[in-house]
Structure formats: structure tokens, C-alpha cells
């Protein structure tokens, strides 16, 4: 099941994020947004590190050409990396609760899992510069983790900006609140790939809203 795609900070890419209670909302809403992107990220949550709960069940997916992101919102990392062996090309850990980061990449290494990382709005980089050098990706949050529709915070792009200057060469994607009035600015800031909720999955035209973040950043599209 896992996809391989390109990947690297020249590749400029729009995930959308998928969120789900049930498996009938998840096959509808994959259903809905089939073919629009060549990624899409899975959003876990596990009603304790955040205060919602979406795919905290045993989920499918359906056969297709797509790499999906796992970005797990849990206490308990750890416990994820079997559920999602097979169906995740990249797994993202919340830095907050993931007690030794070496070994969960180690193990995520080891099932042919990419591997990142994940910083909250109020989480400094410094939490995670001892494990840039060991990983693919980051992601830094610029909404409150949790929901649909979060208010973006614009001085989490100091954050992606540092990294950036950190480690010149590594996927730096950002989370929450990107839409066509802010993905200019935090792909100034350094990101290359933009997660994006409400405004893609929940447009009345998803295949047309990725088209107009892309083109906002001066990215072709990526069937091209």
C-alpha cells in the first residue's frame, strides 16, 4: 500500500488533510478527493493529546497510486507505527510525546516508513534540532492542532524559517489555516509542501482549490 513519490524542497506540493470519526466518512471523503493530489495526509488524533478523535480506529484505505502521511496527534505515539505499517509512506511524530525520538525512527526505518517530525505553535525549535540530520521531514503546526478551520498563526513562519536555515535540504511542510491568503507567505518562509483542511476538502471543488494554492505559489500542476 505504501506510495513512493519525489520528494525534497524543490517539490512544492498540497496535502489535504483527512479527517474522519467513522470508515463510512473516511471512504466517502477519500472518495471525494480521489486523484486530486499525489499526497494526502491522515490525520490521527486520539482525544487526548488533542481534544477531538479522528481515525482512532481500525481504518482501510483503498488501493490506489496515492502517498499518504500519517500525522499522529496521540499520547502514545509508539503504538501507531504497526497499525500503520503497510499504509503510511510517512509517519509524522508529535515531538511533545514521543520520549525517545532515535527509536521511533528506528523502527519507522525499519518498515520502510519516511520519517518526521512535528512541532505545536508553542513547542521551540530547539526540541527538535538534535534529530534534524536524522530525518526526511518537518512539520510545523500553524494553527492549534485539533480542527477544521483553526485561526493561522502567523508567527509560527519564524519557526519554518529557522528550520529551514537549520537544514536547507529537508520536506518542510506546514499544517492549518492554508488557504489562498496565507500559502504565499509561508512558502516565502521556506515551506514546500501546505496541508490544507477546509479550504481544499471542504471547497465545493477540491481538484480546483488545490489548482489555485498551487498557482498562488507559482508551482505547476502536479500531473504535469
Do not use: C
Not at 524542497?9 to 474522519?20: Q, V, Y
Not at 490506489?64 to 499520547?75: G, P, Q, S
Amino acid at each position: 500500500m505504501k506510495k513512493s513519490i519525489t520528494h525534497g524542497p524543490e517539490l512544492k506540493l498540497i496535502a489535504p488533510s483527512i479527517i474522519a470519526e467513522n470508515q463510512e466518512e473516511l471512504s466517502a471523503l477519500l472518495n471525494r478527493i480521489d486523484g486530486i493530489s499525489p499526497i494526502f495526509q491522515l490525520d490521527i488524533m486520539d482525544g487526548e493529546f488533542v481534544p477531538t478523535r479522528s481515525l482512532d480506529f481500525d481504518f482501510v484505505i483503498p488501493e490506489n497510486d496515492a502517498h499518504y502521511e500519517a500525522h499522529l496527534m496521540v499520547a502514545r505515539p509508539r503504538e501507531w507505527l504497526e497499525k500503520l505499517d503497510g499504509i503510511a509512506g510517512t509517519i509524522l511524530f508529535p515531538i511533545e510525546t514521543s520520549q525517545n525520538p532515535k527509536a521511533l525512527i528506528d523502527e519507522a526505518r525499519k518498515k520502510g516508513m519516511r520519517v518526521g517530525f512535528v512541532l505545536n505553535p508553542y513547542t521551540p525549535v530547539s526540541a527538535v534540532k538534535p534529530i534534524l540530520d536524522d530525518i526526511d521531514q518537518m512539520l510545523v503546526m500553524t494553527v492549534n492542532p485539533g480542527f477544521y478551520g483553526a485561526q493561522f498563526l502567523p508567527e509560527t513562519l519564524s519557526k519554518v524559517a529557522e528550520i529551514r536555515r537549520l537544514k536547507p535540504n529537508i520536506d518542510l511542510e506546514v499544517d492549518g489555516g492554508i488557504t489562498a491568503d496565507t500559502i504565499e507567505v509561508a512558502a516565502e518562509a521556506g515551506a514546500n509542501k501546505f496541508v490544507s483542511g477546509l479550504f481544499v476538502v471542504k471547497s465545493e471543488d477540491p481538484g480546483k482549490a488545490v489548482k489555485n494554492l498551487l498557482e498562488k505559489i507559482g508551482a505547476g500542476n502536479w500531473k504535469n
